[in-house]
């Protein structure tokens, strides 16, 4: 791209010589001038063309880091990866399963092998969570005892199965960077001013001044879970059975990742998501709080414009109270106003993962809505997810169960604290 830009800039350089200095009579070009401005036109559109395509790849590839975590950029590698069974992986650590798990312990020393550092029970490719995840089988208990009761079959369809409710995530999809793979922690340098420039007189010294320089930290941060299985669970490994268990490590993990790039507090382990980032924008309602208004999301997207950190990737982020409250707003012919018109025709997504319990003064249970360019947001991931087995932890162990532990570690933080601004004290 660079090189583009370089170009056509000399391109428009050439083009203006020529026009300054027309060598034909009464200012006009020559025909050799004429001939020579043609054809320099001619390459500066089909430059152009190129730019624009340059450019379009070049943001399909910036926002390409939102992608899933575990893509190794090694295409076989990243197929046989999507075949790993988690089922099989857990099974195969259990004694007396007799579980052929060689194919997974095999991926999991690859991926140990490339990240240049040994894993902690085996590794699994987060490849495994992307697959869809909404048909799932679960076991039933026979019918209750009683005259007959126990001719009644009971039919078990496990396509309809109900999942338990949970907070949609939204972050990866608007677009956040992703960096993995990681090992050491993660500084990345940036540029905090620039030097300055200033007019002098003919023959008079310019003033010196320096940059100034930055750097974002990112330092590891663990989050895992328990979970116990049984053992008919596992050893009915089939591929319903799991996909109920994928389903289960991916929401964990989605939505603990989900909430720390949006809430995390910073606080003891917890990352420092967007809402309590030191420098993200602020518009506030009132003392106490006080209801969403039209104005408010205008001064919103006002707060990252002024600060230059508008992009690509703009978006509100908020939960559904306030998508509920901005709903409502209306004209002074009492009409509403709709979604698009509130949010200014960006793109928007809701999730409850951001918090509507927030205080004020003497205002409770507030909301917040976060405006940004969500490409200005890094996702720092040091490990794919690592699961360990323990089949001798005593309360499992006594139930012929498997205790599963998994574990993931990251961090979370923007490339630019101006590229966000939020309100933090909506009444919804």
Not at 115 to 141: D, K, L, Y
Not at 144 to 156: E, M, W
Not at 219 to 237: D, F, T, W, Y
Request: glycine share 10%; proline share 4%.
């Amino acid at each position: 791209m660079r090189e583009l830009l370089e170009r056509r800039a000399a391109l428009a350089a050439e083009m203006r010589g020529l026009l300054n200095a027309p060598a034909g009579d009464g200012g006009n070009l020559s025909a050799e001038q004429e001939a020579r401005f043609t054809a320099l036109k001619a390459e500066a559109d089909t430059l152009e063309q190129r730019v624009q395509r340059q450019a379009t790849v070049d943001e399909m590839e910036r926002r390409a880091a939102a992608q899933p975590i575990g893509g190794t950029g090694d295409r076989n590698l990243d197929r046989e990866l999507r075949g790993f069974s988690l089922v099989r992986a857990i099974a195969g650590q259990v004694p007396g399963l007799n579980v052929d798990a060689g194919r997974e312990r095999e991926l999991s020393q690859e991926l140990a092998r490339r990240a240049g550092r040994p894993f902690q029970g085996i590794a699994v490719p987060m490849a495994v969570f992307q697959e869809p995840m909404e048909r799932r089988v679960v076991t039933s208990a026979a019918p209750v005892g009683g005259p007959g009761g126990n001719l009644i079959a009971t039919d078990l369809d496990g396509s309809q199965y109900i999942d338990r409710l949970r907070n949609a995530t939204v972050v990866r999809r608007l677009g956040a960077r992703m960096i993995t793979g990681l090992v050491g922690n993660l500084d990345i340098p940036k540029l905090k001013a620039s030097a300055t420039v200033g007019w002098v007189a003919e023959n008079a010294p310019l003033t010196a001044s320096d940059p100034q320089y930055a750097k974002t930290a990112f330092r590891p941060k663990h989050a895992g879970a328990i979970v116990e299985l049984s053992r008919n669970l596992l050893m009915q490994a089939s591929p319903d059975v799991e996909q109920l268990v994928r389903a289960d490590f991916a929401a964990l993990l989605a939505e603990a990742l989900d909430a720390a790039a949006l809430k995390g507090t910073g606080a003891g382990n917890d990352p420092t998501g967007i809402l309590n980032a030191s420098g993200v924008g602020s518009v506030v309602m009132g003392t106490n709080g006080g209801a969403l208004t039209y104005d408010a999301v205008a001064d919103l997207m006002g707060q990252v414009e002024d600060a230059n950190g508008a992009g690509d990737a703009m978006a509100f982020v908020s939960n559904t109270k306030v998508k509920r409250a901005a709903a409502k707003l209306k004209t002074s012919q009492n009409e509403p106003l709709g979604l698009d018109v509130v949010f200014q025709n960006m793109p928007r997504a809701f999730t409850n993962s951001v918090p509507s319990n927030l205080t004020k003064g003497t205002g409770t249970n507030l909301s917040a809505l976060i405006f940004g360019n969500w490409s200005d947001l890094i996702l720092a991931v040091w490990s794919e997810f690592e699961l360990t087995i323990n089949p001798f932890e005593s309360t499992a162990y006594s139930k012929g169960n498997v205790q599963v532990r998994g574990m993931m570690t990251c961090d979370v933080a923007p490339r630019h604290a101006e590229s966000f601004a939020a309100i933090q004290d909506i009444v919804a």
